[in-house]
Each structure stands twice: as structure tokens, then as C-alpha cells.
């Protein structure tokens, strides 16, 4: 079937906190009004997840036979490689900067642009390994801002597994975490090869056992958007 298609644009913002023009991908869906108020999604790999993850036929798919709130997807695409891994890696040397941006620049910047709930639990970050990797750690440190984190394979090192065992924080987070049984050989942006499912199974312990709605699921297969596409019909469909 063919559904009444949102609208993608592009958006540069200039953010203090990195120093750099920002760009961003917004996607409105085709009903969007300003009489309506709207969830909001924010995806690391923003680029990736609009062509590769094709996250905006899903969204209008869901929104015309309203299987889905209202949502703005906004995607922050990464410049190259490099960028990526500065920004995203938990011991990358812009990691903090680039936190910073998603909860101090970017969310006031889209809710005085669009007409957004202005609530926490109406705010999601989504990414894939790195990015997923950032977004946990980004809803970890500002739960008042992002209420819901979905994780596809995401990058887990003692950094990421140490901020979920001190999380403490008395509100809940609803995390969705996906990881393929698959990827315990993973090649990485600096060439190197990584066992992916052992530390996710690690963190998935520690997850579980905080007050948090969780989800966890472990599919077949490998560290690549062949499963992550298909992943994410039913991770916006259980989070939205």
C-alpha cells in the first residue's frame, strides 16, 4: 500500500557546545499540524537510519493506520568515520560535548521550533552500535529530558556498562534493547574485531535489574542493517 508520505528537510543549527554547524534531518508526518502536539524521536546516524533504516516509510505507514502517536523523527547525520567516533565513543575526546548539544542545544531548539509535549517521557533516542552507545549514555545522564532510550547493537565497554550500575536516579527510563546472536566477531571503524553479544548480554543484567520498563531481545543475525531495518518496526511500535 502506499501511505500518505511526511515530509524530510534539512536543518543547520549551530551548536556553542561543539563549536560546529550541526546538520539535521526533520521529518514531519504528512497530517503534521501545529494544532497537535508530538512525541519527539532523535537518531544518532540520523542519515543512516532515514536511508538505510528507511525509519520515515515505517513512521508513515504506522501514523495513516494510527498504530503510532504523533512523532517527529529528527536525524543528526555524522560528517565521516572519524567525526562519528569522536562523538559517539564512550572515551571519545567530543563525547561529552556532543551529550551536551542533544540535551542543552538541540531539545530547546526543536521544542521552541515545533509543537512538542515539552516532557521527558515524550522524548526518545535512538541509534545503532556507537550511537546506540551515546544514547544510553545520554538518557542515563539526563532522564528528566530523554524518558525513552532504543539501543540496536549497541557498543558496550566498562564506561557504558559502570554508568548503568550507578544509575540511581528514581525515575525510570524505558529502554528498548536489541542485540544479534551473530556478532560476536564484529569488525569496527578502527579495523579492529570485537565480540559485540557478550558485553550486551552483560549489560542486559544490568538493565533488568533496575526499575526501568525494559525490553531485550536477541535476533538472528548479524551487525548490520539487514536486521536492524526490520528491527524497527517493532521497536517504534512498542516504544510509540
Request: proline fraction near 5%.
Amino acid at each position: 500500500m502506499d501511505y500518505p508520505r511526511g515530509t524530510i528537510t534539512e536543518q543547520t543549527f549551530y551548536s556553542n557546545e561543539l563549536g560546529e554547524e550541526m546538520q539535521l534531518l526533520i521529518y514531519l508526518p504528512a497530517n503534521f499540524s501545529p494544532l497537535y502536539k508530538y512525541s519527539l524521536l532523535i537518531a544518532q546516524d540520523g542519515r543512516d537510519y532515514f536511508q538505510l533504516g528507511r525509519i520515515g516509510r515505517v513512521a508513515d505507514e504506522y501514523l495513516s493506520i494510527k498504530e503510532m502517536e504523533n512523532l517527529i523523527i529528527v536525524g543528526v547525520p555524522y560528517k565521516n568515520v572519524k567525526d562519528r567516533r569522536r562523538k559517539y565513543h564512550p572515551a571519545g575526546d567530543q563525547n561529552r560535548q556532543y551529550i551536551r548539544f542533544l540535551a542543552h542545544e538541540l531539545v530547546p531548539f526543536l521544542d521552541s521550533e515545533y509543537p512538542t509535549y515539552q516532557v521527558g517521557t515524550t522524548r526518545a533516542l535512538i541509534g545503532d552500535s556507537l550511537g546506540a552507545a551515546v544514547s544510553l549514555m545520554t538518557a542515563l545522564q539526563y532522564p528528566h529530558t530523554f524518558g525513552k532510550v532504543l539501543l540496536q547493537s549497541p557498543y558496550v565497554d566498562e564506561i557504558v556498562l559502570e554508568a548503568a550500575k550507578h544509575y540511581t536516579e528514581p525515575l525510570s527510563l524505558e529502554i528498548y534493547h536489541v542485540i544479534g546472536k551473530l556478532e560476536t566477531e564484529v569488525k569496527t571503524t578502527d579495523g579492529k574485531t570485537s565480540d559485540f553479544l557478550t558485553p550486551n548480554r552483560e549489560l542486559s543484567k544490568v538493565l533488568s535489574k533496575k526499575p526501568f520498563s525494559y525490553f531485550y531481545d536477541e535476533f538472528n543475525g548479524n551487525h548490520t542493517w539487514t536486521y536492524w531495518q526490520p528491527d524497527l518496526r517493532r521497536a517504534l511500535k512498542m516504544m510509540f
